[in-house]
């Protein structure tokens, strides 16, 4: 079945495959570009971002903790400083504290996971009671210039909430990093089995495409080859050749049409050389008839001149030539029914001539066909090795097997030109044989006219003789016209038989120039 399969539908099978399997690939590598973006997307948007809000709250905590310490600090010194100065560091400090709760809303926004979620819990907790038993009432007792409690308070609740609050948020940052090491470990992963993944499958698909192709190369070129050597061979005139027809497709069909040529041209052969065995044969028995009647003709004209004195040996050389005259007449009735017969064999030579010329068109169109899928093939290789071409590195095997494509196209083109230009080789020389039979033809026809012509003259001697027969009472009027009559048909039966030997001796020659040559009429 497989052998049956049309080029067009092989080529369209290799194009397609090769174009699913660069669709496959492109897609597996679009999965994977996809995938790895949304991990990146997940580290960048939930993790370094959080990683950075989680430092800033982180850092603003410890100011407030500074601001609060140096005002502390600085009030209980030596040189207390101005109250302004400290006003102005509260209003810093609950600004801070604003910002970190900003921060803190923007960041429990994002996605978290269950263990984020529980230790942004815990740090919330703490950060809460941070706030309200040390840095809210420090900050209190700052904006009241009680600087002992604020003292007290740094001392004491700070002091010991403070660590609480900064294990908690490291804990988060610490949980950041590691999920963003086990995303991109787990994209790493990712990308080592869809790299392990494509190589494989390309070195798969190249493999599998070169194998198709070798496989479309041998089922294309070996018929092709066949047939280029059968053309070649009919071209030389070798009609014995066995041609085996084993698919329908294109190739199949033009081995079929060789295959068809070759039998016509081994009936028509046939029928031709039987046809010239035929008119050779009568032609050398009118030759030998009218050199008998030419001699019988001269032996009764010298009878007439010696035997003008004596009417019994008149009376009995009449009859003779009267006996001899119906004789020729019946030779050359035979022989024009001869001729006639084998005019009738030419005529059909003729048409059977035309008939080759036309299946050599056919071939010759079917050759076309060929070219034309060898040309659209050539296309879509090209086509294919620009995909190819623009898939950069990924397409690289798929430009080779464009390119063995494209040879392939090439190659058939050009062996169906080849066969093309054997076709109309032979429909050239189909032609020179058409026009060799029609000469045989014409030939024929002056056959024909030289036999009736002999019929006629057959028929006067015979006419002539019984005329004699019928006037021997008055033979001494009779004999001078009947000695001039008779001197004259040996010159007319002389040419006649030059005639039939020429014909019966061209005839054979020119046939054996229609079958190229003496070596190709015996091959046939």
């Known amino acids: 079945m497989l052998a049956n399969l049309t080029i067009k539908s092989r080529l369209i099978f290799v194009i397609g495959f090769l174009s699913m399997l660069l669709v496959g690939i492109g897609v597996m590598g679009l999965g994977s ?69 900003a921060t803190w809303k923007a960041y429990m926004a994002s996605r978290l996971t269950a263990e984020e979620t529980k230790l942004a819990e815990v740090f919330n907790a703490n950060r809460i009671a941070y706030g309200q038993s040390g840095l809210n009432p420090a900050l209190a007792a700052l904006s009241g210039h009680d600087f002992q409690q604020a003292s007290e308070i740094l001392q004491g609740e700070m002091k010991t909430a403070y660590p609480k609050v900064r294990e908690s948020v490291e804990a988060l940052i610490a949980l950041q990093l590691a999920v963003a090491k086990s995303e991109f470990e787990a994209a790493q992963s990712r990308y080592v089995m869809v790299r392990n993944i494509s190589m494989a499958v390309i070195v798969f698909g190249v493999l599998l495409a070169a194998l198709i192709g070798f496989l479309l190369i041998r089922a294309i070129t070996g018929p092709l080859n066949a047939a280029v050597t059968l053309a070649r061979g009919v071209a030389a005139g070798d009609l014995t050749q066995r041609i085996e027809v084993s698919s329908t497709n294109e190739v199949g069909q033009l081995l079929q049409a060789l295959k068809d040529m070759n039998d016509s041209l081994v009936g028509v052969v046939g029928q031709v050389r039987n046809g010239v065995d035929t008119v050779a044969h ?91 899928i060898a040309f659209q093939t050539n296309i879509l290789a090209l086509n294919a090795a620009v995909e190819a071409a623009r898939a950069g590195e990924q397409g690289r095997g798929f430009a080779v097997v464009a390119a063995e494509v494209r040879n392939l196209a090439q190659r058939s083109a050009g062996a169906a030109k080849e066969i093309k230009g054997l076709i109309e080789d032979s429909v050239g020389k189909v032609d020179a044989g058409g026009k060799l039979v029609d000469e045989a033809g014409k030939t024929m026809d002056e056959i024909v006219t030289s036999v009736s012509l002999q019929d006629q003259a057959a028929r006067l001697a015979e006419a002539v003789s019984v005329f004699k027969l019928d006037g021997m009472n008055s033979p001494r009027t009779e004999l001078p016209v009947l000695s001039d009559r008779v001197r004259a048909l040996p010159n007319t039966l002389k040419a006649k038989p030059k005639v039939a030997l020429s014909t019966s001796v061209a005839r054979p020659k020119k046939l054996a120039a229609a079958g190229g040559g003496n070596g190709e009429w015996e091959a046939f």
């Open 282 to 372: 009568a032609s050398s028995q009118i030759a030998a008839g009218n050199l008998d009647l030419s001699s019988r003709t001269e032996e009764q004209a010298s009878s007439l001149e010696e035997t003008a004195s004596s009417m019994e040996e008149l009376t009995s050389t009449v009859k003779q030539n009267a006996e001899n005259a119906r004789q020729a007449n019946q030779l050359v009735g035979a022989t024009t029914d001869i001729a006639v017969k084998g005019g009738n064999v030419v005529g059909q030579v003729i048409d059977t001539m035309a008939s080759i010329k036309q299946s050599s068109r056919k071939i010759a169109d079917i050759i076309g066909v060929i070219d034309g």
């Open 33 to 101: 570009l996809s995938s790895t973006n949304s991990a990146f997307k997940s580290v960048y948007e939930d993790r370094l971002v959080a990683v950075g809000q989680l430092e800033r709250i982180s850092s603003m905590i410890n100011k407030n903790q500074i601001i609060v310490g140096e005002a502390v600090v600085g009030q209980l010194s030596a040189f207390p400083e101005d109250l302004a100065v400290v006003d102005k560091q509260v209003i810093e400090a609950r600004a801070v504290i604003e910002d970190i709760n």
